[in-house]
């Protein structure tokens, strides 16, 4: 069974500064997908980022970006310049290929400070 | 376009007394997933549909929870008799591709 690690229960982040959220994972598979989702106070599930296993070029999106380190099976997400709407849970999910549910990371909750 | 769509948002029972929660997918999206989330946890998955057959519910506590997905569209999870370690939020989702799109969920609280 696939299982995901997040080993910073929680973090916090002057604003306009860099935060990394760290990730670890566990699969025999070589063919999944990674994904950062962002959970604020009102609970909807938002997708950060995702990363297909087989690209080897670091997904980026705006603000955000992960450092996908296939042998090592970690996938931390870097969010430069903070801001105060960053503040939320974070999880770091896995996905096989196929029809397949996503499995979760019990999550980072990061504190934007002003 | 429309999101996942939960009801209701909150609910407070008594423990053994029946509960039932319900989702609307995005239009179009053949695979439903049902998550429970405990307080400072990750979800975990209760059970998936794909239209309106389960493709998983090997996690899904059958002696209580139940869930279907009539037409393969709206879906209904309930709990009956409800457990004080049922309390947590449960979240509906529907895929498109690899992306899965979250409904803002219900909290659940077992007195």
């Known amino acids: 069974a696939q299982t995901v690690t997040q080993s910073q229960p929680e973090m916090s982040v002057q604003e306009a500064e860099t935060v990394t959220l760290s990730c670890t994972y566990d699969?025999?598979?070589?063919?999944?997908?990674l994904f950062w989702y962002k959970q604020p106070p009102s609970r909807q599930m938002i997708l950060v980022i995702r990363?297909?296993?087989?690209?080897?070029q670091n997904a980026t999106e705006n603000r955000f970006s992960v450092n996908f380190q296939k042998a090592a099976k970690s996938f931390s997400l870097k969010i430069s310049d903070s801001q105060l709407g960053d503040t939320a849970m974070y999880f770091c999910?896995?996905?096989?290929?196929?029809?397949?549910?996503?499995?979760f990371g019990k999550g980072t909750r990061l504190s934007v400070i002003a | 376009e429309a999101g996942v769509a939960q009801s209701p948002r909150y609910k407070i029972i008594e423990k053994r007394q029946s509960v039932a929660f319900w989702c609307n997918p995005i239009?179009?999206?053949?695979?439903l997933y049902w998550y429970q989330q405990i307080l400072g946890q990750g979800p975990k998955l209760l059970i998936q549909?794909?239209?309106?057959?389960?493709?998983?519910d090997s996690q899904l506590p059958k002696d209580r929870f139940s869930a279907e997905r009539l037409k393969g569209v709206d879906s209904t999870l309930k709990i009956q008799p409800a457990k004080l370690e049922d309390s947590a939020v449960y979240l509906c989702?529907?895929?498109?591709?690899?992306?899965?799109?979250f409904g803002s969920g219900t909290q659940l609280s077992v007195l």
């Open positions: 989702a529907s895929r498109s591709t690899e992306k899965l799109f």
């Open positions: 699969t025999s598979e070589n063919n999944y997908y």
């Open positions: 990363q297909e296993a087989y690209k080897q």
């Open positions: 999910a896995f996905m096989m290929w196929g029809n397949t549910p996503l499995v």
């Open positions: 239009s179009g999206h053949a695979t």
């Open positions: 549909f794909q239209n309106n057959g389960v493709v998983d």
